[in-house]
């Protein structure tokens, strides 16, 4: 047997070990995976020393029998939650809250504050709790809208405007003038947005042909927007845009909403008792009892009359500048009004040429359909019994409308017009197969 000197083998074993160094990791690289029932988070040290609000801070505030108060995040950011699983290093902060978005379900928007990178490494923590960590980190609050909606923005930003809240709660009687009620209330169709860097004006457009709401968009209307919104009734969309942009919004008729910046629309409350010259204006609604004027008519008018059509596209600058309209005096509002209103009434009275069938609805019958070459032809009767064929693009009605389909049962006519304010107005009408009387 050979014998093995101790101090030999010491010596080989040192040299090994220079050779093939045994490997170590840093905490600040690689964190081991807590043990089973342990839910604290594990942040990197970059997160732990700046954040003032643990995981068992987190646990408290969330639980249901936490503060809740009037916290507008209750119920959807309180109880127990699924666990989430983080680990980033510099990662964009709107990129995880997505994340925790897409992991919860609930919606996003942010402020054009939320900005910046997060290092942070979290095992099986209730998505809740998570968040609020991240938010407490980046001194970043939120708020919620509904039951699906998280705004997050600036922590002073958002307790500023939770004090005025409350200080506008508290103090006398605010009447509802609010210009949009009731046309932007109630129940509305859902829409889903998720955009990175939208611009603001594209936004409001798609909500625009979404919701069938004609938009104005005042000069200064502009930025870019992050959103992410699933299944959101569109007004409360279009409020939460609004509110995360400090923009506002007023509404002339029915179907029509201008949306500017919040001071330039000048939409301070009335106090009951305490009514102000400008605002007892109806800042050109005055003028929704006159009908649109047709387009065919507005058409001739800017073919055969340029000194009226001067005019109209005058005041409708004037009555689309609600700031021009709060300025003038009385004497000068009631004489704008009616100047417009006489041209209007002259715009009105214009004579077109109408074909047999551009009579009122109750005199014109739809009794039949003819198929040729895969082209629909319609038959029209007047009380006269007199027959006409109706084609796609024929003028039908008193309005000036056209025909924009033909079905078995019904022909579908299209009346466009322009309002006192220049935007495009298009009522529907369906005539009905005739059954006889």
Not at 37 to 56: P, Y
Not at 165 to 175: L, R
Not at 331 to 336: A, F, I, L, P, S
Not at 409 to 434: F, P
Request: aromatic letters at 8%; one cysteine or more; charged letters at 25%.
């Amino acid at each position: 047997m050979i014998k093995r000197n101790p101090l030999i083998l010491a010596v080989l074993f040192i040299v090994a070990a220079s050779l093939f160094p045994i490997s170590a990791y840093s905490q600040d690289q690689v964190t081991s995976p807590p043990p089973p029932g342990n839910e604290k988070a594990k942040l990197d040290k970059s997160v732990s020393d700046k954040s003032n609000l643990d995981s068992k801070d987190a646990s408290i505030a969330l639980t249901k029998d936490g503060p809740v108060e009037k916290d507008s995040c209750f119920p959807i950011l309180y109880g127990e939650k699924d666990l989430i699983s983080l680990d980033f290093q510099n990662a964009n902060i709107r990129s995880l809250f997505r994340i925790i978005s897409e992991f919860s379900g609930f919606n996003v928007i942010f402020s054009p504050e939320v900005v910046g990178s997060v290092n942070i490494r979290i095992y099986d923590m209730p998505w809740n709790q998570a968040l609020e960590i991240i938010l407490s980190n980046s001194e970043l609050g939120r708020e919620c809208f509904g039951n699906n909606v998280v705004r997050i923005a600036n922590r002073k930003t958002i307790a500023a405007e939770v004090a005025a809240k409350a200080a506008k709660e508290a103090g006398p009687t605010v009447e509802n003038t609010d210009s949009c009620f009731p046309v932007l209330y109630g129940k509305k169709d859902l829409v889903s947005l998720d955009f990175q860097n939208a611009n603001i004006s594209n936004l409001f457009r798609i909500i625009s042909e979404v919701s069938g709401f004609n938009l104005i968009l005042s000069e200064g209307v502009s930025g870019f927007v992050n959103i992410r919104m699933l299944d959101v009734p569109w007004n409360d969309a279009l409020e939460i845009i609004l509110a995360n942009s400090d923009l506002g919004r007023e509404c002339f008729v029915k179907g029509t909403v201008r949306i500017a910046n919040k001071k330039a629309l000048n939409q301070s409350p009335k106090i009951a008792g305490d009514e102000t010259e400008s605002e007892q204006r109806l800042l050109g609604k005055e003028l929704e009892d006159i009908p649109p004027v047709a387009m065919d008519l507005y058409n001739k008018i800017r073919d055969e009359h340029p000194e009226l059509m001067k005019k109209i596209k005058h005041f409708e600058s004037v009555f689309n500048n609600s700031a021009r309209l709060q300025e003038m005096s009385d004497e000068d509002y009631k004489e704008t009004l009616d100047n417009y209103k006489e041209v209007l009434k002259t715009a009105g009275a214009i004579k077109i040429s109408k074909t047999p069938l551009q009579r009122e609805y109750g005199a014109i019958r739809f009794t039949g359909v003819i198929s040729i070459k895969n082209e629909k032809v319609a038959l029209f009767e007047g009380h006269e019994n007199k027959g006409y064929t109706v084609r796609k693009g024929d003028r039908v009605g008193p309005n000036y409308g056209y025909v924009d389909d033909i079905q078995l049962n019904q022909v579908v006519v299209l009346e466009k017009a322009l309002d006192y304010l220049g935007i495009s107005v298009t009522n529907k009408h369906s005539i009905a197969l005739y059954q006889g009387d």
